[in-house]
């Protein structure tokens, strides 16, 4: 099957400073990539979809500014949360799929704590 | 708005146990219906999916039906084993596609020997 990587599985930083995690397709070239976000047994809420070479479309409530998203190429897309804060520590998931309405294949994860 | 509801966890069961994970949806329309599973360090995988009332999908031993009626999508499993432990979510997308997933806050499951 399909696979979605995911860098860093898990960083701890600093309040303030701004963290990158990138999203990758490694055997696919994906036209739409979402990301996730999921607090401890809590749901996975979308926060963002990007297609390759355009802006990404934000969901209510997610501030785009925070969370920077760049879909490069058709098989990377970083997620940048910049000036975290504390409130920011959670897990972020980036799914990716081939044509719009195919299966989503998920990456890993990655558990971001800011401190 | 579309909200999935599941069990919360973890269900702990003995190897061989019969398994049952509960899901309820709210929808609007007619959406389609997801398991996903995720093993420890790794991605969410598709489970098994049904498109449309009385379906019942399986993939690996689980079954899940379509119920209409009761608006559910319970996950189960005749004999479970070691290797089935993992956090299941129950999931729906009321558009054509797949490109809007609602998810339940996900279901641990440990087996043991």
């Known amino acids: 099957g399909a696979v979605v990587s995911q860098h860093p599985s898990w960083v701890i930083c600093k309040s303030g400073t701004s963290v990158k995690i990138e999203c990758r397709s490694l055997?696919?070239?994906?036209?739409?990539m979402f990301w996730y976000r999921q607090f401890p047994k809590q749901s996975l809420m979308l926060m963002a979809t990007?297609?390759?070479?355009?802006?990404?479309?934000?969901e209510q409530g997610v501030e785009k500014d925070k969370f920077l998203i760049n879909h490069a190429s058709l098989t990377l897309s970083t997620l940048t949360v910049t000036s975290a804060h504390p409130e920011d520590s959670s897990f972020y998931i980036c799914?990716?799929?081939?044509?719009?309405?195919?299966?989503?294949?998920f990456g890993p994860g990655t558990r971001l704590t800011v401190l | 708005g579309d909200s999935v509801t599941q069990m919360e966890g973890p269900v702990t069961l003995s190897e061989e146990a019969f398994l049952t994970i509960n899901c309820t949806y709210t929808?609007?329309?007619?959406?389609?219906l997801f398991w996903y599973v995720q093993y420890p360090g790794e991605g969410l995988q598709l489970l098994l999916k049904?498109?449309?009332?009385?379906d019942k999908g399986s993939n690996k031993g689980f079954e899940a039906t379509y119920r209409k009626e009761t608006t559910s999508f319970h996950l189960e499993k005749g004999s479970v084993q070691v290797s089935d432990s993992a956090v299941y979510f129950c999931?729906?997308?009321?558009?054509?596609?797949?490109?809007?997933?609602?998810f339940g806050k996900g279901t641990m499951l440990l087996v043991s020997p």
């Open positions: 799914s990716a799929i081939l044509v719009l309405g195919n299966e989503q294949f």
């Open positions: 999931a729906l997308t009321s558009d054509s596609g797949y490109s809007t997933l609602t």
């Open positions: 990007s297609n390759e070479g355009s802006k990404a479309t934000y």
């Open positions: 049904a498109t449309k009332a009385d």
């Open positions: 055997d696919f070239q994906a036209t739409t």
């Open positions: 929808a609007t329309g007619y959406p389609s």
